[in-house]
């Protein structure tokens, strides 16, 4: 992958925490900042530390949650940092999941013109999705990832052992990512995923991190910034994040897998209305993501919300609503125009 | 300087607002977003607009001077920006000096990750200087530049009519970071500048600003991040943020071409500390710099807050103040290690 900002290299699957010690010790940073919250401060930091020689690091640490993504919390890292002496020199290691992922990139990036960072995903969803790719970032006037940029860390360490520290509940919500990655472009994967359908066993995990690993960086070796192809890995995500954006202020609580695999169900219904769809397609798709969706759902006096959130998403153009479709199960197709009649008639006619 | 992040084409002397308007009207933008001040809207605007064709663009005015490189005019811009339906493929026009070209590109790169910027500089910092070479950002917590990153423009637009706009003090401002690239390259460059002190004929600005440009885009092409080389352009600046940081929320005012005048001094005469200077020097730099730094000076009180400021300046690393300096002129040594006594004595035995 020469020439662009990657390098497999990068991912450390094997021995992640020597050659993370290699790189540490070999670049002559002044000081460690880690940034947690306060669950990986008490189930991940502890193991790490163990692994890791770290003189005195400063660590920082994020509340729980969604709302972390926020200019004030970035506000309040960035005064931490300088405050504390934090100069270009000083590398930053994110022991968390896409919360913290997405906010150490962005608040990192742009701290004194930008210092290193390395990634240490802590749950499914991250070592799956979210700390891949480069796209940084944090929710601003309640919409998702308004404020961010594309910067790859300088490593990202996935460590299945952290995995155990999750629930059922968190590895369902990574999970969503993978069956995602199998539906936009891999149809024998899929097929295999929809063979057992539910969260499968811990122990083969990390294998399907690695596969999804391997599927994202191809797609975002070929379109770093998103001009194009890259908006395949978008799919169930212009409805997902419309539920999202919806719910942020409210006591519902939906993850992202939650709201993706809604997502995904909408979106396949709306590709079989656009495409030619076999029949089964659809119910297969809906019966494998129901598990995903947990307790709530859209009642239809919050279609009209939805599709204002729909309405302000980052991939559309001039006004219009823009997503990725599937033609079929395994060919996604990017840049779809969608008008607010089939949203609200996706909205209507799928069930839950 | 394919390869690069840089395109000489990038920068427009000749017919500038017809290569603008070919750039306009070939990509499709969405819509356009001027960001201005107060003495740009009125001074530049209505030129500008009688140059280019533009249907309806959205104005977002940022208050005149420093204190709007600041995290809440940022957000004052995003809510703007957002509120107004701008999306990824909306264009945003930068008409103004130094601050508006900082804080528009730093603006722009992190809304929706990214969205473009041309640069249209007014001043005679920002043609010479400040828009070139891909360095945005804001002040935080009274240190300038703090948050920011280094993202360069789609294309920066100079039009030597702007000058006319301007004041001799402002042209001052902006000519001290011209005689700074002159003393830290290009010796023949300097004497001719020696030979008629002070400020040159408006005429005879084009020629030494495209002389500026064409060498600061060689430094800043050889190494864009400023891990090492690009440093030499800080000449003169490690005692002039000092000055202006110290100065930020003081009613005494020093722009930053003044700070910089004074930097010139102070780090010439460090310079001849260090290094084997010949006598006439030194005198011969102050003596050109002193038209230029204004009527404010340092007071012996000031000099503890002047070493504090300079112990937070960005370029320092595992805790030392790190400067360039001269070896002679048009010799320039970036990386050199200063230590607080040196600091005081220069500031000590300079007199004004």
Known sequence: MSGTPFADSLIFFQQPWERLS????????????????????????????????????????????????????????????????????????????????????FCTSVLLRGI?????????????????????????MQFKNQIGLFKLPKAILIEPAFLNTLSEAELKNGFVEIIKHSLIQDPPFWEELRQRPGLPDREILPELIRKSVRFKMEIVQKDFYETGLRQILNFGHSFGHALEGMLLDSTDELLHGQAVAFGIIYESWLSAQKFTWRPQWFPQIKEMMLPFIGEWRPEPEDFPTILKWMSVDKKNQHGKIIMTLLERPGLPKFGVEVNADMVNKTLEDCNF
């Open 22 to 105: 290699s790189i540490l010790s070999r670049t002559s940073y002044s000081r460690i900042l880690i940034v947690c919250d306060a669950n990986t401060s008490r189930h991940c930091l502890p193991f790490m530390m163990g692994q890791l020689n770290l003189e005195n690091p400063l660590i920082f640490e994020l509340p729980i949650g969604e709302h972390s993504k926020s200019l004030a919390e970035c506000e309040r890292f960035w005064r931490f940092a300088l405050e504390n002496g934090v100069d270009r020199k000083t590398v930053c290691l994110a022991v968390g999941g896409g919360v913290v992922t997405d906010f150490t990139g």
């Open 116 to 140: 290193d960072c390395i990634y240490i995903p802590t749950s499914l969803m991250g070592m799956a999705d979210a700390a891949l790719g480069g796209k940084t970032g944090i929710n601003f």
